[in-house]
């Protein structure tokens, strides 16, 4: 059994908050073109379009059903929040959901599969 290293508050504080940072920054980057689309209510077309683009940026090598099912949920992710931004006009009812799904996948999941 794997001995699970003690961290002072301190280390995890840093790591969220570098977390939010790098969140922040791929929210803009990743979701830029699918904001673009919607914001100038773009047919559905170009928002799946924009989510298949969303979706690849995000592949990293591992099972094939691994990498199919992250890639899939990626994608559907990707229309929600252009849906939930068409919706609302607003950029951080977005943010907020691909943040906590980040967050999920970056300390959960290595937890569950260490």
Known sequence: MKEIRKTDKST???IIGMAVMIAAVAVKAAMSSVIAAVAVKA?????IAAAVIHAAAH???GAAGIVAWD???IFVD?????LL????????????PHFLNNMIGFFLVPLIFA
């Open 85 to 96: 931004y068409r919706k609302t006009g607003n950029c951080l009812i977005s943010f907020v």
């Open 59 to 61: 592949y990293a090598a």
């Open 12 to 14: 995890v504080i840093t």
């Open 43 to 47: 047919a559905m077309s170009s928002v």
């Open 71 to 73: 890639l899939g949920s």
């Open 78 to 82: 990707a229309i929600l929040f252009a």
